[in-house]
């Protein structure tokens, strides 16, 4: 075998020009099979980052039913589900893939929310300890909830920009009282979102798609929930996991955990799974058939590299009819003659791939660069593309090496 190889690179290299022209076709399918791959995992990537934000792998189980998120804001609080106990919880941070886990009960909308003569109309949370860290939330002025505040049920709050601009006209609301259903709450701090879990915004268009256009969001401890609300309700769940690649699985857990310890009753309650992972899966897969015909349109690049290789072999059988005739005349068997040209071909289409993957990393990085495309290099695809070019050697090599190995002696011999 390393003999065949070593004659194969010389008859490359013997005729060079020859062997580029016939590795074109190869080199330009590879490359553009790599350039395409890399700049699609690069964008779905994007998406990902984008909808989920750097590091804020969180999931939200919330309650549903009949399928569709349980609001209490209009529904009442249900009967027959359980609030979640701390056992429930310690269950929550065992499951493989959690970090950290959260509870929170929360209302889409709150009519009895006052400051001064101005009604709130926006969302409000009863967030426990862990509400902030997991979602990624910093006071940006003020204090946040302390230890002795959940102790001492003091009645603090916290809010985030949208309500200093619709409720405080922008001024500073820290040491200011809100009037939530009839009970003072003094607004002790705002948050925001870390810039480490911001999405990276680069158009008006993913502005409108990333932003939060909401009238804003309250938070009170939970343990003063209760106090405003006048009855414990059923939580919702935020689970931050170790990696986005654990997000749809820890989801399933945890939703089916939920259903299982806090739902008591026939009607059709259960826990789901919300996470932004599967947001951008769906925005990647809206795009999965162009990709893949684009795929195959560059494919058929291999697919004329491959009857070129099998045209210069079958011009290199006919150069070397007395070679083989000679070969066959002293011993060589026809098993010999056919692994030898199909080692000639598999060397050239290999090398041709390797071209290609070289050729087809810096198309990308350069298109990245000239298109601002964000790129990302899929090394499975790179050692595939290699494998497959050197199969097309072998699929379109085998014709004209067969030919070879059954050529007569004598014929060949008389050939020269």
């Given amino acids: 075998m390393t003999e065949n190889i070593r004659q194969a690179l010389q008859g490359i290299w013997g005729h060079k020009l020859r062997s580029l022209l016939t590795m074109l076709g190869i080199i330009i399918g590879i490359a553009a099979i790599i350039t395409i791959v890399s700049t699609i995992k690069g964008t779905n990537e994007q998406i990902k980052q984008n909808l989920i934000g750097a590091g804020n792998n969180v999931v939200t189980v919330v309650l549903n039913q009949d399928g569709y998120p349980y609001d209490m804001s209009w529904q009442g609080i249900p009967q027959g589900v359980d609030v979640i106990s701390q056992q429930t919880r310690e269950a929550l941070e065992e499951i493989s893939g959690v970090e950290k886990v959260a509870l929170f009960t929360q209302r889409s909308y709150s009519e009895n929310v006052f400051y001064r003569n101005t009604q709130f109309s926006g969302e409000m949370y009863g967030i426990d300890r862990n509400y902030l860290a997991v979602c990624g939330l910093q006071v940006k ?38 009037e939530i259903q009839g009970e003072v709450f003094t607004v002790v701090g705002v948050v925001a979102l870390s810039q480490e879990f911001a999405p990276t915004i680069s158009s008006l268009k993913e502005y409108w798609l990333y932003s939060d256009t909401s009238a804003g969001a309250v938070y009170l401890p939970d343990a003063l929930w209760p106090a405003a609300y006048q009855f414990d309700e059923p939580q919702n769940v935020a689970i931050k996991v170790k990696n986005t690649d654990v997000m749809a699985q820890v989801g399933q857990d945890a939703s089916e955990l939920l259903t299982r310890e806090q739902i008591r009753t026939s009607e059709k309650f259960d826990y789901r799974s919300q996470n932004m992972l599967e947001q951008a899966q769906q925005l990647q897969s809206m795009s999965q058939s162009t990709n893949m015909q684009l795929i195959w349109i560059a494919s058929i690049s291999l697919l004329v590299g491959g009857i070129g290789v099998m045209n210069i072999m079958l011009v290199s059988v006919t150069e070397r009819t007395a070679e083989i005739g000679l070969k066959k005349a002293i011993g060589a068997k026809k098993k010999r003659i056919l692994v030898q040209f199909l080692t000639e071909a598999s060397v ?9 993957v070289i050729s087809g990393i810096g198309l990308a990085q350069l298109i990245s660069r000239m298109m601002q495309i964000p790129v990302a290099i899929d090394v499975p695809t790179i050692f595939i593309s290699v494998l497959f070019s050197t199969l097309i050697g072998l699929v379109f090599g085998l014709l004209p090496a067969m030919q070879a190995a059954n050529l007569n002696p004598i014929e060949a011999l008389r050939r020269d």
């Fill in 141 to 178: 002025s003020g204090r946040g909830f302390t230890q002795s505040d959940f102790d001492n049920h003091r009645k603090v709050a916290l809010v985030n920009g949208n309500t200093v601009n619709t409720l405080f006209g922008g001024e500073s609301p820290v040491g200011k009282n809100l």
């Fill in 348 to 356: 050239l289409t290999g090398i041709g791939g390797l071209v290609g």
